[in-house]
């Protein structure tokens, strides 16, 4: 299982990112898959997971009507469109296997998003 994360990088708060995430190694559509967070001192927590069929989602309240999961089966690939940024959303995202009703049992190495003027 190999997941990489792209997108990340530095923008100013009200701006807007879409992280990638590419998957290989596994069927893809047979999996739901979830993007993660964790910034230094607490716990890597869940921002949005996305069902097999892209049928279903669920975000967590802080990013709720900013952040969108979406999925392409075809390319293997799960987005992140991050929009309206706050500082608060600066920490290091992960993709991951798995996630929507269960915990993700794989990691991608993770990309920085920072939110700053």
């Known amino acids: 299982v190999q997941l990489v994360e792209s997108g990340g990088g530095l923008v100013q708060p009200g701006g807007s990112l879409r992280l990638s995430c590419v998957a290989s190694?596994?069927?893809?559509?047979?999996?739901?898959m979830s993007w993660h967070r964790q910034t230094p001192g607490k716990e890597r927590e869940l921002v949005a997971a996305i069902h097999i069929t892209g049928g279903s989602t669920k975000y967590a309240d802080s990013v709720k009507d900013r952040f969108i999961i979406s999925r392409d089966d075809v390319k293997n690939t799960v987005y992140l469109q991050m929009n309206s940024l706050k500082a608060e959303d600066t920490a290091v995202y992960y993709c991951?296997?798995?996630?929507?009703?269960?915990?993700?049992?794989?990691w991608g190495q993770g990309t920085q998003v920072t939110v700053s003027s």
């Open positions: 190694g596994f069927f893809f559509r047979s999996y739901s």
């Open positions: 991951a296997r798995g996630g929507y009703a269960s915990a993700g049992d794989s």
